[in-house]
């Protein structure tokens, strides 16, 4: 009798209860990669991919010829019996890969939801407390405790009564349904001041992605006010990857991208390429909370699964190898958070139009200006560090931390340095018509008439701005910063005599400086500028101790592969190096720099420190 899929379907009402849902009324026969053949001959994409376990496709060969060796050796002795190596390897990888810098220790189980009832087994242990608090639209598993952390009656729990107690629902933030970051915060604030104290919750559950009824990402400043409120009250937090993990997202872990770590991370779907496996990874002093015999399974990290897994991750490294040896082999956007015309936009066309020679795909630029660079950033941030989404920025970058109240970044976290590109002085210009020709003039008139003088800025909080005020430290006089979007309505404004003066990067300026349009009273920087070699320094004109570095550099977000990042660095030093940018930038005024990745780094972290203590001195107050 031929099977048909009409007839297995007969035979499955027959037997198998029908709580077991089936969404196609297919049955498989064999799958190769993503292609699925029924017990008809049809042939069917597998878009689902086993929902989520199948990253690596159907019956890939690596993981089939490991599979098929550890058949041959061991299949089961369940390890809290006699243990065996490959279990010991699968943690040490997953140890490795799970985001957080501290000492990490690995569970393994059997299913996805095994690993969260465990997850909250170990956080319940490790703090001496009860309470869960999981998120509305959640889903967590099928098991009672896991049903009760999912955020969905119907149809995963309906009928069977109520749930285990304990659990509390916080509003996920998700901006399609109006719930914003703010809602979600209030919403455990609320939970805190109705239904349980801090004190009473163990720990705070969310998937970094949701994937029930649609794809929500959680935001990454989200993720940072979760792991702050956790912090301030010694909940943990537990990052449910059991859909997200095994390179699902473009990383192996979904937190990889957010900033911050959890403290517990769940796992299981594609980690095994189709074999049933699932683990918690977390802090050692809270994965060790639980008592010998307190975790583990019969099955739990079975022998043949684990030969699985570690074909998974070596397919990992080597397909993440070959993409990046393979780069670029696309468009590289470069976000400017500046508007067109700026220097840091003249800059970094320069050095784009070279670079898209030598790599051979298009480098584009794409403006980002407004809040003194700070949405340009935030869109470098959040975007996936692959290399395709860089950014060209100024010093601006080290100041905002210090005067901005909030920021939907961590400057010094998100981000890896590339390179600085160039040291390019600022020029203190002002108009004729103001007839103060010299700097001692300008300092005069200003302590003259307190208050009265005003200057532009490119923004609130920008690297223009802190110029000025540290010119104003320094001169001991009281101007009032007028903030702009960028230097070439800072620059319109000083030429109409409507602003007073600027301390504004030399290339908008150099052709009206020439042209008697602009006074040049002094250059920033420590030394004197080679577009300008006869203008003097603010501390060769009498105020010392005024100097300030304004630099333009490349930056990616965080955790962009290494390779990519000195491949980047590379190309921008041989950019800088042709003729043709070396011409441009000496018109511009601007000196060539470079650093290592590492020491670029490094010194955005001291800057940070140093401008920090300068908006101090000036008494700023931080925006939102």
């Known amino acids: 009798m031929s099977k048909t899929?009409?007839?297995?379907?007969?035979?499955?009402?027959?037997?198998?209860?029908?709580?077991?849902?089936?969404?196609?009324?297919?049955?498989?026969?064999?799958?190769?990669?993503?292609?699925?053949?029924?017990?008809?001959?049809?042939?069917?994409?597998?878009?689902?991919?086993?929902?989520?376990?199948?990253?690596?496709?159907?019956?890939?060969p690596k993981i089939i010829a490991a599979v098929t060796e550890q058949l041959n050796k061991l299949t089961h002795t369940c390890f809290q019996v006699l243990a065996y190596e490959p279990y010991v390897e699968v943690c040490e990888k997953i140890n490795a890969k799970v985001p957080g810098d501290f000492a990490k220790k690995t569970l393994l189980v059997t299913t996805g939801s095994e690993a969260v009832e465990n997850s909250i087994k170990i956080a319940r242990a490790a703090t001496g407390r009860a309470g869960v608090i999981a998120f509305t639209g959640a889903y967590h598993g099928r098991t009672m405790m896991t049903l009760g952390l999912t955020g969905k009656v119907v149809p995963y729990s309906a009928g069977m009564g109520l749930m285990p107690g304990g659990i509390f629902r916080a509003l996920y933030p998700n901006e399609l349904h109006g719930v914003s970051i703010d809602d979600s915060i209030a919403s455990i604030e609320r939970i805190f001041k109705n239904d349980a104290e801090p004190r009473d919750i163990a720990a705070i559950i969310i998937e970094p992605v949701q994937g029930e009824g649609g794809f929500y990402v959680a935001p990454k400043e989200f993720m940072k006010r979760l792991r702050a409120l956790c912090d301030q009250h010694g909940i943990l937090l537990i990052a449910d990857e059991v859909q997200t993990g095994a390179g699902r997202t473009g990383t192996f872990f979904a937190m990889e991208q957010m900033g911050v770590a959890a403290d517990l991370t769940t796992f299981a779907k594609s980690i095994a390429g189709g074999f049933p496996l699932a683990g918690v990874c977390g802090k050692a002093e809270y994965m060790d909370a639980i008592a010998p015999g307190g975790l583990g399974g019969t099955y739990a990290g079975s022998p043949i699964a684990c030969a699985a897994a570690l074909a998974v991750t070596t397919l990992a490294l080597s397909l993440s190898a070959a993409a990046q040896s393979a780069y670029p082999n696309k468009a590289i956007r470069v976000i400017v958070p500046f508007g067109a015309g700026s220097t840091t936009d003249i800059i970094a066309r320069a050095i784009t139009d070279k670079m898209s020679q030598s790599l051979g795909q298009p480098v584009i630029v794409d403006n980002r200006g407004g809040a003194s660079g700070t949405i340009g950033q935030a869109a470098v941030a959040s975007a996936a560090p692959d290399g395709y989404t860089i950014m060209i920025h100024s010093s601006s970058h080290t100041v905002s931390p210090s005067t901005f109240a909030k920021l939907p970044f961590d400057t010094a976290r998100d981000f890896s340095g590339i390179t600085p590109i160039s040291s390019t002085p600022n020029v203190l210009v002002i108009a004729p018509s103001k007839n103060l020709k010299t700097l001692p003039q300008l300092v005069a008139h200003a302590k003259a008439n307190p208050g009265k003088m005003n200057f532009a800025s490119a923004g609130?909080?920008?690297?223009?701005?802190?110029?000025?005020?540290?010119?104003?430290?320094?001169?001991?006089?009281?101007?009032?910063?007028?903030?702009?979007?960028?230097?070439?309505?800072?620059?319109?404004?000083?030429?109409?005599?409507?602003?007073?003066?600027?301390?504004?990067?030399?290339?908008?300026?150099?052709?009206?400086?020439?042209?008697?349009?602009?006074?040049?009273?002094?250059?920033?920087?420590?030394?004197?500028?080679?577009?300008?070699?006869?203008?003097?320094?603010t501390a060769e004109a009498g105020v010392p101790g005024s100097e300030f570095n304004f630099w333009i550099g490349m930056m990616a977000p965080a955790k962009t592969p290494r390779d990519v990042?000195?491949?980047?660095?590379?190309?921008?030093?041989?950019?800088?190096?042709?003729?043709?940018?070396?011409?441009?930038f000496l018109k511009l005024g601007a000196d060539a720099w470079t650093l290592k990745p590492e020491a670029f780094d490094a010194y955005i972290r001291d800057e940070i420190k140093s401008n920090a203590a300068v908006v101090k001195a000036a008494g700023l107050l931080a925006t939102n």
């Open 5 to 60: 899929n009409a007839s297995l379907m007969k035979r499955r009402e027959a037997a198998v209860p029908r709580g077991v849902g089936q969404i196609h009324p297919i049955f498989a026969e064999s799958a190769k990669n993503a292609t699925v053949t029924d017990v008809e001959g049809r042939e069917f994409i597998d878009f689902a991919g086993g929902i989520a376990v199948l990253n690596t496709g159907h019956v890939h």
């Open 460 to 537: 609130q909080g920008s690297a223009t701005h802190l110029n000025a005020e540290k010119f104003k430290l320094a001169a001991q006089i009281d101007a009032v910063n007028i903030p702009f979007k960028g230097s070439a309505d800072a620059v319109t404004e000083v030429l109409a005599g409507r602003v007073d003066y600027y301390f504004s990067p030399i290339a908008p300026v150099i052709g009206q400086i020439k042209d008697g349009q602009l006074l040049a009273l002094a250059v920033g920087s420590p030394r004197r500028a080679s577009a300008l070699p006869d203008v003097p320094t």
């Open 565 to 584: 990042v000195n491949r980047l660095h590379d190309e921008v030093v041989k950019a800088l190096a042709t003729p043709e940018v070396k011409e441009r």
